[in-house]
């Protein structure tokens, strides 16, 4: 993810048809999107729809327009304000891939309460007051670079820690490192590159749809 510390956050807008049409991109509105993006009770057009009413402060002036465009338009935001698309999540599979990572360290869903209780005590950050506040890309800056003495990093070592060979002298160790690694197990595992990458490959998939429903039948 791009960061500079020139970089301003308070004015996240794009521009459409002669309107202004601020954005809120606080970390909670992303979360939300990743959650409704996971919802099946949701259609994907209502899910576009959904989500640009998340972010968009002014959806009134887009309620009327084609999903097409509300497509396109949720995609642009995905991609150029925040940083998530696709061919990035492809190259970081193929690092983590070259490093023999496997498995998957923390899911923002499970792990809310070790994020919260990690974000306070570090940062001395209380993450419920700062929903609506907090801008996305400040958000993971402070979650990957937290203090390696923080439960947070605690429970994705954990996770991460290879289950050492038996030999005479570590039996009671590896039950140790195997208690904890069940205590901490993941059920369903989701990344923010997992959580940004099902988004786009759904709205993708709704954009392809579209097409074929406007494309005009050949005689």
């Given at each position: 993810?791009?960061?500079?510390?020139?970089d301003?956050?308070d004015g996240d807008f794009?521009?459409?048809?002669?309107h202004?049409?601020?954005?809120n991109?606080?970390?909670?509105?992303?979360?939300?999107?990743f959650?409704?993006f996971?919802?099946d009770?949701?259609?994907g057009f209502?899910k576009?729809?959904?989500?640009?009413?998340?972010?968009v402060?002014?959806?009134?002036?887009?309620a009327d327009?084609s999903i097409?465009?509300?497509?396109?338009?949720?995609?642009?935001i995905?991609?150029?304000f925040l940083?998530l698309?696709?061919?990035?999540f492809e190259?970081?599979?193929?690092?983590m891939?070259s490093q023999?990572?496997t498995?998957k360290s923390f899911d923002f869903?499970q792990?809310a309460?070790?994020i919260?209780?990690s974000?306070?005590?570090?940062?001395?950050i209380?993450?419920?007051?700062?929903q609506?506040?907090l801008?996305?890309?400040?958000f993971?800056q402070?979650?990957q670079?937290?203090d390696?003495?923080?439960?947070?990093?605690?429970?994705?070592n954990?996770?991460?820690?290879?289950?050492?060979?038996a030999?005479?002298?570590?039996?009671e160790?590896?039950?140790?490192?195997?208690?904890l690694k069940?205590?901490?197990?993941?059920?369903k595992p989701?990344?923010e590159?997992?959580?940004?990458?099902?988004?786009?490959r759904?709205l993708?998939?709704?954009a392809d749809a579209?097409?074929r429903?406007?494309k005009p039948?050949?005689?």
């Amino acid at each position: 993810m791009s960061f500079r510390l020139t970089d301003t956050f308070d004015g996240d807008f794009l521009e459409y048809e002669g309107h202004k049409l601020h954005l809120n991109l606080c970390f909670d509105n992303v979360l939300r999107a990743f959650e409704l993006f996971e919802d099946d009770m949701f259609n994907g057009f209502e899910k576009v729809d959904i989500a640009l009413e998340i972010f968009v402060e002014e959806y009134e002036l887009i309620a009327d327009i084609s999903i097409e465009e509300k497509a396109e338009m949720l995609m642009f935001i995905f991609r150029e304000f925040l940083d998530l698309e696709e061919s990035k999540f492809e190259s970081e599979k193929e690092d983590m891939e070259s490093q023999e990572v496997t498995g998957k360290s923390f899911d923002f869903i499970q792990d809310a309460g070790i994020i919260y209780a990690s974000f306070l005590h570090v940062y001395h950050i209380d993450l419920f007051e700062q929903q609506g506040k907090l801008h996305w890309k400040k958000f993971i800056q402070l979650l990957q670079h937290i203090d390696d003495k923080s439960k947070f990093k605690e429970v994705v070592n954990i996770r991460k820690m290879p289950l050492p060979k038996a030999d005479k002298y570590n039996s009671e160790y590896r039950r140790n490192i195997a208690k904890l690694k069940q205590v901490y197990a993941l059920d369903k595992p989701q990344t923010e590159e997992e959580a940004a990458e099902k988004v786009n490959r759904q709205l993708s998939s709704i954009a392809d749809a579209l097409k074929r429903q406007t494309k005009p039948k050949g005689r």
